[in-house]
Every structure is written in structure tokens, then in C-alpha cells.
């Protein structure tokens, strides 16, 4: 091993030591039992719905705990750094109220971008360094390939490790030979595993868990030639978990395979370990068989989708909260929010992302909204998704207020025809002359095939003897006596009798009518709505058929 001022001389000659960080970052002044929680997304791609429900358990359990949880950007791969992700962090976690609780501004434990703790891992990589516990190694692209081609024929298990580790027991005079021509490198850390090591660890969810121990000599920092040198994921985590003094690592079940390094490192750096508590991935019924939601495949993987459909996010978090913890699923929604999600209640079995299930909460919580507090809400998504029609909201407010409110105020089961927001437009899209065409032609398939002449006829009979609703809530006889003129059976039991009697029924009737109105074959109560359109506009879209 070359001598400890070869070494050094690899880093910043006022680069502090490791203790500096341990008194810049003490320990945390925390009541018994307070947990300290992460979630570190990358921003090498945009946020999945998996990341925002690993989120909802860290900051659930570290908040009912009385302790702290933090958002910490990963963002050591620049060359992998996805435009606008950042953003759209910000953006998912101020929707779905999974914020950090310390920020740079607040926090004393930042910065909490790991590109700005670069020398941070600097000085424990030289720390490692001079204890011999990771060296140099200038092995190329090409001869890495060559040490996989050859393992691969020989039936080894791929990595950098024993023999195939050419740089872990290099002379001290080679590898400073190396260092002084200015070669790239990158710093690897010394392993202490052995080939057939057997690792066991207590996951906190899972139970004991036996792993093939880690004998792979993992880069800890990456390339010379990168500017600023920053480590990696493996490293870095380590590092930042034990400085910013968690004391509780919630992340997905993916990276169980990676503890035995991790306590590696850990043990290394002279670090307690921090319990791991790994949770199922949310999966996908994908026709007979379970897979993981992706975000290439499925839609709802994003949480972009969730934003720009205008899902409440109080919906999303109750359902992603039973999934957590199913007991939560039995609660009403305010109660399922306020109760603490319990790590041994997390299943080991991934659980089923259901959007009919979720529509169904959606659905539910809306129908519990006033028509103002619904109209509050639709306007703010209506702002950022559809421009549209948050300008014709901000011109007709009253209008919107009386559509929202038909068979939603004053009953005890509310419509549920809306799951989200961006469900309004084809809902309740008819309400507003500007967003609304009328039907023009008497052979539109949604008169339910009827002849273009009686089509015509029911049209024309409506508007020339239209009365508005009144008090009485007679307002339907109209469509019902115009129906017996023009051929159409009392009831759909007579037509069923005799259909050949009859030009068809009361309901095919009315059905003309609520498509003249609406657009649609499905509206809640006629008398309502036309109530709520006004006689003008009833009488134009009436007399619109040619």
C-alpha cells in the first residue's frame, strides 16, 4: 500500500477529517422513541406512485413517532439527470403533503442535495484510504468486459472481487506510478467478504433474513475524471444515514440484496448500523399473472397522472394507506388519516394498484364535498390543467355552483359522477353554452335509432309547448304527454306487451329529450338540469335538430 501522503495528496489539502462532519452533525435532541426517517428520490427519472407511497410510510412514522422526517435529492449519477425532475418533486410532494420536514433553510442536518456534500464523502473515502480499507483502481472499460467475458466462461459469478480484483493487492510503487502520471481511477472499496459468506440481519418488517454475504469490491467514488468527484449510491447513503442521524431506513424490498454491503460500509466507517425496514412493491394484475407497476407500461405509475387527472389527494393517500396497512382500508377516510401506519402490519406480498378502487374512494370523498368547496377545488386543478375550462368556471361561478349542486345538496346520497376532476368536463361540460355542442343532426345515434322524422317531431313538440319547472314538480308531464301524442307507450311495461302497438317508449322518449339537453344518455334528474340551463338555452339546444 502506497504511503498515507500518496494518498492524500488525492484530495483537498484542507480537506477536514471525519470528525469535523460527526461535531457538525450531532447527534439529534429526540424523545424516546422518535424515529428519523428518509425518502431519497433520484432524479434521474420522474417520480413513481411507488416512491410517493414509500414517502407516506417514512413521514407518517417518523411524525406519529415525534421525530423527523427528511427528503434528501440523490443526485450523484449527474450523467443520468433527468430535466424537470426536481421540479416535479416539489410538485408531488407539496400535492400529496409528504414534504421534508427540514429543508436548507430550516434544517441543520443539509444540505439535503447530496451533489453539495461532496466533501463530506471526500473525507471519509481518504479516511478509508489511509486504513486501508479501499485503494485505487485504474482497471479500464475494456478489461473490465475482458474480467466478465472470462467469468462468465468460467462459470464465476460476475464482479470485481478475489482474483479478478487486479488492483486490490497492486505494489504500492505501481499503483504510484499510476497516480503521479495523472491515469484515471476510481476508488473501490476492500471488501471483508468471502466467496460462499453468508450474511443474517433482522429486517424490521420482515423478520431475519439470510443473504450471500457481499465479496464485490463496489466503487465508492467514482471516476478522476469527473468533475466534482461525487461517490456512489452505496456510499453516499451510508455517509448521509449516519451523519444526518436517522435512525430508520424505510425503501422498497429491491434493495435487500444490497445490506450486506451496506452494513459492510457501515461497519467500515465505524458506524452503528441503522435498522432497514423494506417494503413490498406495489404491483399490477396484468391478465393471470402479478408483475410491478411500471412506469414504461402503466400510466398510473406516474404520479403525474395522479395530478393531471385531478385525483383529491386526500383519495390517493387513504388508498395508498390500505395498502399499507389493510386495517386502514376498513376506517372512514378522516380516521384512516389520522391513524398511525404500523411496519408490522406491512405485508411481504406486494399489494394491487386497483384505479376502479381508487376511483371508488375518489368518487366518495367528492360526493362528501360542498358544491363551493368542489368548485374550490376544480378551479385550482382546472388552473394548471385545463385552461379552458378554468376560464369558463371564473366567468360563470353560479352556473357551475347550481350544476354542481344537482342531487348532491340536500340528500343523503349524493351523485358520485365524479372520480376526479377531469372527470367535470364530460359530467357537467353540458351546463356551459361554451363548452358545450349542441346536437344538430336527427339521425345522431344517441336518439337510440328512433326514425329522423319523430326525432324531429319530439324536438320541435318540446320547444313549441315548453313550460320551465315550477314548484308543482310537474315539469316531466310534458315529455309525457307529447310522448302518448306522438305514438310512444305510458310505460315500458305496455311496450313490452305489445311493442308492435307503440313507436316506442316513455323512456325513449324522455331519452331524446336528455340527449337534446345534454349531449348524453346518462344526466341526473331532466327537471334539474333544465332548471338550472334557463328556458333560452333549453329552447335553443331543442330547436338545433334540422
Not at 451496506?262 to 417494503?279: E, K, S
Not at 394548471?384 to 354542481?404: N, Y
Not at 318540446?462 to 304527454?481: H, K, L, S, V
Request: charged letters at 25%; aromatic letters at 10%.
Amino acid at each position: 500500500m502506497p504511503d498515507q501522503h500518496v494518498f492524500d495528496s488525492l484530495f483537498p489539502a484542507d480537506l477536514p477529517g471525519p470528525q469535523h462532519w460527526a461535531d457538525r452533525y450531532p447527534p439529534r435532541d429526540l424523545p424516546a422513541g422518535a424515529e428519523v426517517t428518509r425518502f431519497c428520490p433520484s432524479p434521474t427519472g420522474f417520480l413513481h406512485i411507488g416512491g410517493v407511497y414509500a414517502a407516506t410510510i417514512d413521514a407518517d412514522v417518523a411524525r406519529h413517532s415525534g421525530g423527523a422526517y427528511l427528503v434528501r435529492v440523490e443526485d450523484t449519477d449527474q450523467a443520468r439527470l433527468a430535466e424537470g425532475a426536481v421540479s416535479q418533486f416539489a410538485e408531488a410532494f407539496s400535492y400529496f403533503s409528504i414534504g421534508s420536514d427540514e429543508d436548507d433553510a430550516s434544517g441543520r442536518y443539509g444540505p439535503y442535495t447530496q451533489s453539495r456534500r461532496s466533501l463530506t464523502y471526500l473525507s471519509y473515502v481518504r479516511e478509508l484510504l489511509r486504513q486501508g480499507k479501499a485503494y485505487p483502481c485504474f482497471a479500464t472499460k475494456a478489461e473490465l468486459a475482458e474480467t466478465t467475458a472470462q467469468q462468465r466462461a468460467a462459470g464465476a459469478p460476475p464482479g470485481y472481487y478475489g482474483r479478478w480484483a487486479i488492483w486490490r493487492d497492486a505494489p504500492a510503487d505501481r499503483v504510484a506510478a499510476r497516480l503521479a502520471a495523472g491515469d484515471p481511477y476510481v476508488i473501490r472499496f476492500r471488501s471483508p467478504g468471502i466467496a460462499g459468506g453468508r450474511a443474517r440481519f433482522t429486517d424490521v418488517i420482515r423478520g431475519e433474513l439470510i443473504q450471500d454475504d457481499n465479496r464485490n469490491d463496489a466503487v465508492i467514488l467514482k471516476s478522476s475524471d469527473q468533475h466534482p468527484r461525487l461517490p456512489t449510491y452505496h456510499f453516499a447513503h451510508a455517509v448521509d444515514d449516519h451523519l444526518m442521524r436517522v435512525t430508520l431506513v424505510i425503501r422498497g424490498e429491491e434493495w435487500i440484496s444490497s445490506v450486506p454491503l451496506h452494513h459492510q460500509l457501515f461497519d467500515a466507517l465505524g458506524f452503528d448500523r441503522i435498522p432497514y425496514a423494506h417494503i413490498a412493491l406495489l404491483m399490477k394484475q396484468d391478465g393471470g399473472s402479478r408483475r410491478k407497476l411500471s412506469k414504461r407500461k402503466d400510466p398510473e405509475a406516474s404520479v403525474t397522472f395522479y395530478i393531471e387527472q385531478g385525483y383529491p389527494a386526500e383519495a390517493v393517500q387513504y388508498y395508498l394507506r390500505g395498502l399499507a396497512n389493510g386495517r386502514l382500508a376498513e376506517m372512514p377516510l378522516a380516521e384512516a388519516l389520522a391513524t398511525p401506519i404500523r411496519l408490522a402490519d406491512c405485508g411481504t406480498a406486494g399489494p394491487l394498484v386497483d384505479l376502479v378502487k381508487l376511483d371508488d374512494i375518489s368518487a366518495d370523498f367528492i360526493a362528501t364535498l360542498g358544491s363551493q368547496e368542489a368548485l374550490t377545488r376544480l378551479r385550482t386543478w382546472a388552473q394548471t390543467q385545463d385552461l379552458a375550462l378554468a376560464t369558463v368556471l371564473a366567468a360563470e361561478p353560479d352556473l357551475a355552483l347550481r350544476a354542481l349542486a344537482i342531487e348532491r345538496e340536500g340528500t343523503a346520497n349524493p351523485r358520485k359522477d365524479l372520480h376526479k376532476w377531469a372527470d367535470f368536463r364530460p359530467a357537467y361540460g353540458y351546463f356551459f353554452p361554451q363548452l358545450y355542442s349542441v346536437v344538430t343532426d336527427p339521425a345522431d345515434p344517441r336518439f337510440g335509432g328512433l326514425p329522423v322524422e319523430l326525432v324531429r317531431g319530439l324536438a320541435s313538440g318540446f320547444a313549441d309547448e315548453y313550460q320551465p319547472p315550477g314548484p308543482d314538480g310537474e315539469w316531466f308531464t310534458q315529455i309525457r304527454d307529447l310522448a302518448l301524442r306522438l305514438g310512444f307507450a305510458p310505460n315500458q311495461k305496455d311496450y313490452k306487451q305489445n311493442p308492435g302497438a307503440y313507436r316506442g317508449s316513455i323512456r325513449d322518449a324522455s331519452q331524446v329529450i336528455r340527449v337534446l339537453l345534454t349531449g348524453t344518455t346518462r344526466s341526473p334528474d331532466l327537471a334539474s338540469i333544465a332548471a338550472t340551463l334557463g328556458a333560452d338555452e333549453v329552447l335553443r339546444r331543442a330547436r338545433a335538430v334540422s
